[in-house]
Structures are given as C-alpha cells and as structure tokens.
C-alpha cells in the first residue's frame, strides 16, 4: 500500500522500441496504440493506457530550465472507443528521485483526442485521477460512464492552472469532475497542506501498475484553500448525475452545454469557491418527487475566501411544466468571508419548482444583484426564496456597507420580492446610459477559427532543433519558419516538447501557427537581451501551448495600422520574464492610434514578470489568466493598456510590491477578476487619460495596507487624470479601508458626473486630493 505522501515512480514494463521512442520524442507525444491500446470498444485497454500515461512521467525527458520540471510529452489517443475497467493514475512528472536537489512534485500531462472516446465498463470505478495536478489541458476527449470521469487533486499547489476543453461528459454515476481537496486532522505536519488527503489508497498490480482503491473522502474536512484556476470551455454534460464539484479558487465555464440526469438528487453543480458561468444553457429532466436544482453555492469553505456564483448569459430549462430553482445558497457573510451571488442576460425556467423560487436562501449573501433577466414559463416565480424569515435582528450587527441587493429590468414574471430587513440595503442600478457601456460585444478571434484553413505542418526537430536546452536551436527554429514561408497557406510550425535554448531573436512569419506538443520550453542564454520571437508586420498569428522562461521579452509583435490583423497567444506559460512578457504594438505603437488589430491572450499563466503586457490594439482580451507579480518590479502597470484592453476572469497574486495591475491611456474594462490580497494586494488602475473609460464589475477589488509593505496608493482607481467615465457594480472588498477612486493634485476637470457606482460592497469612498481640507 502506498503511504498517503510517498509519491513512488512506478516502472513501467512495456518497452517502446527504439524507432517508436525516437518518433515520440520528435513528435512530442506518445500515442496509446504504441503502448498497445486497441480502441475497438472490446479490448480492455487498461493496461495499455495505463503505461502511456506512466511513461509520459518517467525522467526520461529533458528537464526544464527551473525546479524539476520536465518535458513531459503529450498523451494522445486516436479515433477509437478505449475501454477500460479500473481508475487510471496521470502521474507526477520526473519519476521520485531528486534532480538538482529537488523532488519533482507536480503533474504538468496534457491529453488530447481525435474522435476518441473513454469508456469506464465498471460503474463503481472513476476514469482518471490526476495526482498532484498542477498545469493539465485535456483537450477533443469523450468520457463515457464509471463514478467520477475526472477526479484532480492538486494538493494546493500554487499557480495550478487545469483547462478542460471540446470534450464531452456522458452516463457518470457521480461528478463527472470533481477538484475538492479534503484534509486529515489525524495528520499532523508543520505546513497545513501536508495534511492533504490522498483520495485514493495505491497498491501494485503484478505487471508494476498502479490499482487505485477511492477513499471515502465525506468522512473528512474540506481544505479552505484550492490554489487552482480552472477553466471548462466547450464542453458537452450528457445525462451525467451530477455535472462538476468545483472548489477551485477561480473557476470559469463558457460554451457549454448541460443535460441532467432524471434520477438526480441535489444539484446538478456543486460549488465552494468562486465559480463563473457564461454562454451555458442547461436542460433538467425533472422527476417528480426527486429533490433537484441546478447549482449549491456551499459554505464549506468557510470562515476564509470567497464564495461566489456569477452567471452570465446562462438559459437554463426543463423537459417539463415545472421548473427548476437555480441557485441554493447556503453560504453566508461572516465578515472573514464574502459570498455574492450575480445573475446578468439569463433566461430562467423556475416557476413551479419546489422553492417556487430562481434563488433560495438558506443563508443570505451580502451582495445579490439580478439583472435583465427572464423567466420563461410565463408563468410567475418569485425573485427570491427562504427557509426561514428574516427577523429585524438578521442584519443588525453588519456593517451596511459590506450588503447590497440590487434587481433591475427583470420580466414582469419574477417578482422582486425583498423583503423589509434587505429592502434597507436596497441599492439603485446604474443609470441605463451607464450601464449599457458595459455591454462589450467585440469580434474576438476563437482558437479554432484560427486554426482554420492549415495546410501544411512543419517540425523544428526536422531543421535541426535538439529540444535538450544545452545548445543554440535557434538557427534551427528559423529555417523552419523560412521553410514555412515557401508553403502555400497557412502552416503550423510544431515544436516537441523540449527545452530549447535561443541564442537569438525567431523572426516569425506575418501568417503563421507555432505549437507546443506536451511540454516545451524556450529560454536564453545568460545575458542575451531582446525577444525569443519577433514578429513584424503581423496578420495571422497563434502561439500556442508554449513556455517561455528566464528571457528578457517574450513576444514582440507589430502590426499595421491599416491591416486586419488577428493575433492569438493560447495557453502559453511567461516565467521570470525581465520586460513585459508580450508587447503588441500597431503603426508607430502611440497612444489611442487607430489600428484594426485584434489581440487575444487566453488561458495564460504570468509568473514573476516584470510586466504581463504593453499594447495599442484596437481590442486585447486577456481571458482566464493567472498573473503571479514580481516583487522586484518598479512602480508601473502589469499591464500598460494605450487601446482598449479587457481583463476577464483574472487570478490575481500581487506578490510585495508598489506596481498597479494596469496603467490606463485609453478605455478599459475590467470584469469578473480576483485581484488578489496577498502582501495587501495593487491598486486596480492608475489613470493617465481625460478621454477613455474605466469600467469594473463583479470583480473582487482587494487593497490594504501591505502586511510587509512598499508604498502604494490604498485605492481602485488612481486618477493622474480623470477619464470621461468611472463605474463599478458588483463588486466587494476586504477589509474596507480603501478608497474607491482618488483624484491626485494637480489633476484638471470634474469627477461629478463621471463616476457612477451601483451594487458594490466596498466601500463608496472618494479622496480628491485637489480639496482643501
């Protein structure tokens, strides 16, 4: 039996041969009919899947430039049906024994599917466990039956970063994904999160696999913290009996689809953190005197961290005349902990439910705003549901300003029904002029049409490129793009996992597509300044699942200001970068010059940089990042916005600094973000322009005095100027020593009628230093 903490490398008997070990290595991936996996839907293919995934973290592969990571290849399965009959174990990467003095500890395996689906035949048994789960994309897959079809356990590592795509969920008997971390107070350890609870007991097969026994984990404690963002986007939940139990710290699901089970019991989402939902719509099957609803917002994370539910442009209905309730809120305000509850362009199927109710309360958060929602039976539900009544005494040791309830421009059949103890903390919308700038509707450019119309893939191994970081590949990586530029179409340049070392600047082509298989890495050698990839003139561009550690700049990319031009950086890793990660700049890269360039940033991890990005596009969107700041770093903006930049989904790890998260020249729109709090987190914004717009909402806008402490303003926005626009909604903050907006001396013109605040429980504060106290 495994020790709950003694993570073993377990051999793996299966051989590749020497032509198939060198085509995995050149290819960066394994694939699992090497291993021997048939996926005809007959064969068990346990076995076989089971070595293709130890494989990929044996230290057989090049480690990176930092820690003990290695280049652990891709696992990738083929069109097929691959039957299995027991829990698959995605292992550490790097095998147990040390690598420059350090124990690999992290899980960084990605899997991907063409057509391919997985099928667990035993339904008592889960499909995968991802032990030590710290930077995973599983991506074109299909999970079909068995009890939990993705079960992560990150033991909270910090910077965990989990992005789940275009794979479809179908038959679980349990959560189809589950990410809760449960700890043992048996256990005692110096650090709390070594008291982590493995979920599973391990034990040896008699061919040196691994056979995974589940802990019954409801005997056990919730862990308070669960450092992991995580991402689900285009993803498919058929019939499963419950979709996800979700306790990641930040946790965004987009574009999918939701189709319950008839023999659900509780919700079909389970959810103890902050959890966003936007473009999802959801289909219940309702049986009669079955307890089901769509979504628990849960207390066990409490006293500490956020508890949170943001839906947006989410339609949920039901096969029948009876609806469903949407939110079960259990979680309450403790003063350590906020929770919120936001519902905005949502169309809801709830009369008739058992709460008759789109919310019920078993405790009351202290922010609940709904907004230009429907009800869509015709039928009248009210607003709100209860448990229990609220009594005069409910609210009467709160702080007022740490509540606000806001319902606006909802149909005549959800009755706002507030009752007298929260009418009190009733706030007013914002004026619809207002409200309506933040309606952002922009075309963005998605990975998938992007990769459209790729006619032709190149290799950089096939030029010449090592992939073992101890010499120059980057002779090699241009030929690879000059060969590219002799292709007709659009190419994709493939870079193996690897560590690649860059003895100078890649010029990229105007048109082009470079993606990382598994893990690869790119850095410079001591001393060499500049970027690892240029790219000048700039039309078609994706940078795709690629590390970038230990440089001076990352991405340096301009554009035309007269071209449409479209750049994609998808998935892509910046450690210790000493400039800005990225710098996008069109025409002469000025201030608010026009251009038609689109920038997207999605799903990217932004580690001890100096600064994440420097740009001028017409339209950047930086979706779903991670950014962990630099203490090192000088009084600047993480990011430096002279466009028009918006910040979506945001974790937010200010490390003990004096930056701001961004410097304002032109208009920008920051939503649904975590800014942090550790080391007393940054201001949000520092404003250099009279003409742009600063728009906030449902974000969590954390400054205080810094524990350790560089000098820095304790305010959101910081106006050097005051822009055309200032408003906020939905937000909350801790503690509330903080100003809202401060206007520095010197500064010219008005903030009456510039700053419009609604449904914030932060502080309503402004500080014009101008005024002669």
Known sequence: MLGLF?????????????????????????????????????????????????????????????????????????????????????????????????IPISNHINLRGENATIKQINPTQDLLYFRMSHRNLIEGLTFEGGRRQIKLWSRNLDESRVVIRD???????????????????????????????????????????????AVDESRYPMSLFVSTGMRISRCSFQRCMQVMSVWADWALMDNCTLETHPEMSGPAILSGAALMLEEVTGLAHVTPGKQQWWITVHPQKQPSGIVALDLQKVRLKTDSEKGLCVVRNEAKFTGGSHVYIIADGCEFQSAGSAENSVIYLVDVPNLISVRNCRETSGKKVNFLGFKRPLDEDYFCRSDPQMFSFVVDDNNKNMIANLPKTMEAFADKPLPEKVAQRFEVKPTTVTLSRMREGITTQLNVMDFGAGGKGTTDDSAAFQK???????????????VPAGGYLMGRPVELLPRVVVRGVGNAALTVPSGRQGAIFTASGAEHLVVQNLHFFNCEQALEITTKTKSKSNILVDYCKFYQNSRQAITCLSGTGTIGEPNETTLRMSDCTFSLCNSALLHNARYALMDNPWISTDPNAADSGVIVNRGFFHLKALIGVPRDTNQHWVDNYGDVFLDRCRFGGEYG??????????????????SWLMIYTSFIGK???????DCKEIPALIALRGNWSWPSAQMMVTVRKGTQGKLEGRFFESGNTAPRTIKDERIKE
Do not use: H
Not at 38 to 63: F, M, V
Not at 68 to 92: C, D, K
Not at 480 to 494: S, W
């Open 6 to 102: 003694s993570f073993r490398c377990f051999a793996v008997e299966f051989q590749l041969d020497d032509a198939k070990r060198r085509e995995s290595q050149q290819s960066g991936y394994l694939n699992v009919r090497d291993f021997g996996a048939k996926g005809d839907g007959i064969t068990d293919d346990s076995d076989a899947i089971q070595r293709a995934l130890l494989q990929a973290g044996t230290p057989d592969y090049s480690k990176f430039f930092y820690w003990a990571w290695t280049a652990a290849p891709e696992v990738f399965f083929p069109e097929g049906t691959y039957l299995i009959s027991r829990t698959l174990l995605v292992p550490i990467c790097g095998g147990s024994e040390k690598r420059d003095g350090i």
């Open 167 to 213: 794979c479809t969920f179908r038959n679980s008997s349990s959560y189809a994904i589950d990410d809760q971390l449960r700890f043992d107070p048996a256990v005692e350890r110096r650090d709390w999160f070594l008291n982590i609870l493995e979920p599973y007991l391990v034990k040896t097969n008699e061919a040196g696999l691994p056979i995974l026994t």
């Open 480 to 494: 690879a793009f000059t060969a590219a530029r002799e292709k007709a179409g659009l190419v994709e340049v493939i």
């Open 681 to 698: 987190g940054l201001p949000m914004v520092e404003n250099f322009t009279a003409r742009g717009e600063v728009l906030i909402q449902n």
């Open 711 to 717: 000098p820095k303003p304790i305010t959101v926005v």
